[in-house]
């Protein structure tokens, strides 16, 4: 199953297109107050003038989960960026009645890619912030996808008739892509509003359950965006139903269960992490 994910749709034929206030008290008598001379040669009590001010500190926010999310939302950025890239040379080698796709544009397909961004989501994650991260994520991925018929069609470098059904094929996997182009800046700052207001989470170990279901969300969407070559257009706005299987056989690196109502199994081994099996397809 190839996987890629696009980004922005032309209008063309084609689509894609504490301050530390630092106080010195002087002529501190022994007790550590400041004397004023009194008549008769005494000490009198120091006026409220006289008195030490306060020193005033700036206490520094809590961590919040902002910080534990900022690989992530700079990995979507810059995969953003190579969308919109890749978007412009395709459309750019779709004329009005056919298509051919120079290296250089299919050189930048190639490099869509939304592990980075995948490989920068913390598991743990409460859900609300889990599913608005995964929103982004979604976006990315069915962005990508839909690029999967320029390499599959195009590679050749031959010139595919715009009426014929290979560049059928690419046009609509790039219509796929739109809806979530259109979206992905309001996701993003969604997604990173809710972080800032989100504190800092525990990561869990890489073998237990909350990291099995970061991974099998995202092989989902992944694998609903790539099935069947329909190249893009799965780019879900909550989170998919997951049920697990009773405890009994599940353990630490082995789950299984239905997501979205379909079977999965999830195994994890510390070379290759977690290992997922999603019945569809």
């Not at 900022?70 to 298509?99: P, Y």
């Not at 051919?100 to 609300?128: C, D, E």
Request: overall charge positive; proline content about 8%; some cysteine.
């Amino acid at each position: 199953m190839k996987k890629v994910l696009p980004v922005h749709v032309s209008t063309r034929p084609v689509l894609l297109g504490a301050s530390l206030i630092g106080v010195i008290t002087l002529g501190l008598t022994a007790c550590g107050r400041a004397a004023t001379p009194a008549p008769g040669g005494g000490a009198a009590t120091p006026s409220a003038s006289s008195a030490p001010a306060k020193t005033h500190t700036s206490v520094p926010p809590a961590p919040s989960a902002a910080t534990q999310l900022a690989a992530f939302f700079a990995a979507a950025e810059e995969a953003n960026g190579k969308l919109h890239h890749a978007a412009a040379l395709v459309n750019g080698d779709i004329g009005a009645t056919s298509m051919r796709y120079a290296p250089a544009t299919l050189a930048a397909v190639r490099a869509l890619s939304v592990i980075p961004a995948g490989r920068a989501i913390p598991a743990g994650l409460p859900t609300g912030l889990l599913r608005d991260v995964l929103v982004v994520y979604g976006d990315l991925d069915s962005r990508t996808a839909a690029f999967g018929g320029v390499e599959m069609y195009g590679s050749s470098g031959r010139e595919l008739p715009i009426s014929g059904p290979e560049a059928k094929a690419v046009l609509h996997g790039l219509h796929n892509g739109a809806p979530a182009a259109a979206r992905f800046s309001g996701d993003l700052a969604t997604a990173r509003s809710l972080a800032r207001q989100t504190p800092a989470v525990t990561i869990p170990a890489p073998d237990s359950r909350p990291a099995a279901e970061l991974a099998l969300r995202m092989r989902s969407i992944s694998i609903r965006n790539g099935c069947a070559e329909e190249f893009g257009g799965f780019a879900p706005t909550s989170l998919e139903a997951v049920i697990w299987r009773p405890a009994a056989g599940q353990h630490p690196g082995h789950y299984e269960g239905t997501i979205g109502g379909i079977r999965f199994q999830a195994d994890y081994t510390a070379q290759h992490a977690w290992k997922i099996i999603i019945y569809a397809c």
